[in-house]
């Protein structure tokens, strides 16, 4: 029987459809590991919620602080929770409205201080007086271009750029060591600045452009001391939503439908597209804060706004080395397990430990609000990739046969594996499978008669921190 092997996805990816893909590329790959040990697809650590009870509203700011302490940023009202260094979360203070609102639009720590934005003011606060269980120290230090989107936060050039309603501020230290407010002269009609990133020394601003009625979003490119521009690249969606931190150029995610551009100091192009089912109403955006880069690999958070078109939670976009090419995986979902009416607010490494706000919108009416970190004692149970759909004469109808080839299947841990038959939708219950020890391969017990097409499914059970480690898998077929 002729063999179709499903090997090497580290090399694909996530596929661009059911249908079609890059050599080696799956159509789903849910909580798996592709990049630590390359050709081994092991299971990613699970999330598990850390902030309990303690916040009940979308936080879209995260700030780890030099202070020893993490710092939480309500995007509904003007609540800062604080998470000591024993783990212990609690309220330290709520911003009074400014005349737009209390809520947070964007912050970071900056020369001793931890700044923060509502829609018109700039507030900070020292860091050793930020380890108060009451912040009874904050003061308003200047006031902003207003508005009631976002004001992104960008560290760069030893200054703090902020962003405004079409403007850019910064904070810069004098020979005195006095932190100066101004608006800087880069002044544009582009829409909103929305988000910051860089080339090197510069700073990229991206602007949203929805909210007037333009489907040409702006990236400039400032040098941050001119009074104009070094680059301006326009491409056609809705706004700039978050530029993605990567080793070698900029990645932006941009308008409603997963687009990723790249931005390379010249040229800003297409660079890959979330796979989803796109209609008219369905919309998704990476919120300014939710992006990282983790050790190499650019981690980001996709969201839900309207429908469910794709998987929404932490993707992740990069490579092993520069041996390999950049490659597209859904690496974790938040801690209630849902991957649809998910917003991801922000992300933030603090050393080895991510930490990601997440709104469940699952349920109307009980959504759920939360903090979710790394669980370093359990692996995500349930990790699963699915093949593309295999429609090899398709006016046939073929028998197949299905194994998958594992390094290490420690007890109490299983490999499952689902099929799809002519387009019928997976099955709750796995199929009956054999483990043959010998050549540590688990397969379909009966084979699969009569398909015309036919996708599989191959789900990774854990028990704890241990987890199956898979090799590749095989699909034969014939009449």
Same mark, same amino acid.
């Given at each position: 029987m002729p063999t179709i092997p499903i090997t090497n996805p580290v090399f694909g990816g996530i596929a661009d459809s059911l249908y079609l893909g890059a050599e080696n590329s799956l159509h789903k790959?849910?909580?798996? /590991? &592709?990049?630590?040990?390359?050709?081994? *697809?092991?299971?990613? !650590? =699970?999330? =598990?919620?850390?902030?309990?009870?303690?916040?009940?509203?979308?936080?879209?700011?995260? &700030?780890?602080?030099?202070?020893?302490?993490?710092?939480?940023?309500? #995007?509904?009202?003007g609540k800062i929770w604080g998470k000591t260094s024993a783990g212990v979360y609690s309220l330290r203070y709520t911003c009074p409205t400014d005349g737009d609102g209390a809520y947070c639009l964007g912050g970071a720590e900056f020369n001793g201080y931890v700044y923060w934005a509502n829609p018109v003011s700039l507030n900070r606060i020292?860091?050793?007086?930020? %380890? $108060?269980?009451? @912040?009874?120290?904050?003061?308003?230090?200047?006031?902003? !271009?207003?508005?009631?989107?976002?004001h992104p936060f960008k560290i760069l050039n030893e200054?703090?750029? *902020?962003?405004? /309603?079409?403007?850019?501020?910064?904070?810069?230290? /004098?020979?005195?060591?006095?932190?100066?407010?101004? %608006? /800087?002269?880069?002044?544009?009609?582009?829409?909103?600045?929305?988000?910051?990133?860089?080339?090197?020394?510069? %700073? &990229?601003?991206?602007?949203?452009?929805?909210?007037?009625?333009? =489907? !040409?979003?702006?990236?400039?490119? @400032?040098?941050?001391?001119s009074n104009g521009y070094t680059d301006d690249k326009n491409c056609p969606e809705t706004g700039v939503n978050c530029l993605i931190p990567t080793e070698t150029y900029g990645l932006a995610h941009c308008g409603a439908r997963g687009n990723l551009y790249a931005y390379d100091g010249s040229k800003f192009k297409i660079k890959k597209r979330i796979p989803g089912i796109w209609g008219l109403t369905d919309q998704t955006t990476v919120h300014n804060n939710a992006a990282v880069n983790d050790g190499g690999i650019a981690r980001f958070g996709l969201s839900a706004i309207s429908g469910a078109p794709a998987d929404c939670g932490i993707y992740g976009f990069g490579s092993h080395s520069i041996s390999y090419n950049p490659i597209l995986t859904f690496d974790f979902a938040i801690s209630t397990g849902n991957m649809a009416s998910v917003e991801i607010g922000a992300i933030a490494l603090e050393g080895t430990q991510m930490y990601v706000s997440w709104k469940d919108s699952t349920d109307p009416l009980n959504i759920q609000y939360g903090v979710d970190v790394i669980d370093v004692a359990n692996k995500y149970d349930g990790a699963y990739f699915d093949t593309r759909i295999i429609n090899i004469e398709r006016g046939k109808a073929k028998d197949f046969d299905f194994?998958?080839?594992?390094?290490? &299947?420690?007890?109490?841990?299983?490999?499952?594996?689902?099929?799809?038959?002519?387009?019928? #939708?997976?099955?709750?219950?796995? %199929?009956?499978s054999v483990n043959d020890t010998v050549n540590n391969c688990?397969?379909?017990?009966?084979?699969?008669?009569?398909?015309?097409?036919?996708?599989?499914?191959? =789900?990774?059970?854990?028990?704890?921190?241990? $987890?199956?480690?898979?090799?590749? #898998?095989?699909?034969?077929?014939?009449?």
């Amino acid at each position: 029987m002729p063999t179709i092997p499903i090997t090497n996805p580290v090399f694909g990816g996530i596929a661009d459809s059911l249908y079609l893909g890059a050599e080696n590329s799956l159509h789903k790959i849910v909580g798996f /590991d &592709l990049h630590s040990e390359p050709g081994l *697809i092991k299971v990613q !650590q =699970k999330l =598990k919620k850390d902030s309990g009870n303690v916040i009940d509203e979308f936080v879209k700011t995260i &700030l780890p602080c030099t202070n020893g302490e993490v710092y939480f940023f309500s #995007a509904t009202s003007g609540k800062i929770w604080g998470k000591t260094s024993a783990g212990v979360y609690s309220l330290r203070y709520t911003c009074p409205t400014d005349g737009d609102g209390a809520y947070c639009l964007g912050g970071a720590e900056f020369n001793g201080y931890v700044y923060w934005a509502n829609p018109v003011s700039l507030n900070r606060i020292r860091i050793a007086d930020a %380890l $108060a269980a009451t @912040w009874i120290a904050a003061a308003n230090f200047a006031n902003l !271009q207003v508005d009631t989107i976002t004001h992104p936060f960008k560290i760069l050039n030893e200054c703090l750029y *902020i962003g405004g /309603d079409g403007k850019v501020s910064s904070i810069s230290i /004098d020979s005195g060591g006095t932190h100066v407010f101004e %608006l /800087d002269d880069l002044v544009t009609n582009f829409g909103e600045v929305h988000c910051f990133g860089n080339v090197d020394t510069n %700073l &990229l601003v991206g602007y949203y452009m929805g909210a007037y009625g333009s =489907k !040409q979003a702006r990236l400039i490119n @400032w040098n941050t001391w001119s009074n104009g521009y070094t680059d301006d690249k326009n491409c056609p969606e809705t706004g700039v939503n978050c530029l993605i931190p990567t080793e070698t150029y900029g990645l932006a995610h941009c308008g409603a439908r997963g687009n990723l551009y790249a931005y390379d100091g010249s040229k800003f192009k297409i660079k890959k597209r979330i796979p989803g089912i796109w209609g008219l109403t369905d919309q998704t955006t990476v919120h300014n804060n939710a992006a990282v880069n983790d050790g190499g690999i650019a981690r980001f958070g996709l969201s839900a706004i309207s429908g469910a078109p794709a998987d929404c939670g932490i993707y992740g976009f990069g490579s092993h080395s520069i041996s390999y090419n950049p490659i597209l995986t859904f690496d974790f979902a938040i801690s209630t397990g849902n991957m649809a009416s998910v917003e991801i607010g922000a992300i933030a490494l603090e050393g080895t430990q991510m930490y990601v706000s997440w709104k469940d919108s699952t349920d109307p009416l009980n959504i759920q609000y939360g903090v979710d970190v790394i669980d370093v004692a359990n692996k995500y149970d349930g990790a699963y990739f699915d093949t593309r759909i295999i429609n090899i004469e398709r006016g046939k109808a073929k028998d197949f046969d299905f194994g998958v080839y594992y390094r290490t &299947l420690p007890a109490n841990c299983d490999i499952e594996i689902y099929a799809s038959v002519n387009g019928v #939708a997976y099955g709750s219950t796995p %199929l009956l499978s054999v483990n043959d020890t010998v050549n540590n391969c688990k397969s379909v017990k009966t084979r699969i008669c009569k398909a015309n097409t036919i996708q599989f499914r191959v =789900k990774a059970r854990t028990s704890g921190n241990t $987890a199956p480690e898979i090799e590749s #898998a095989e699909i034969s077929y014939g009449e």
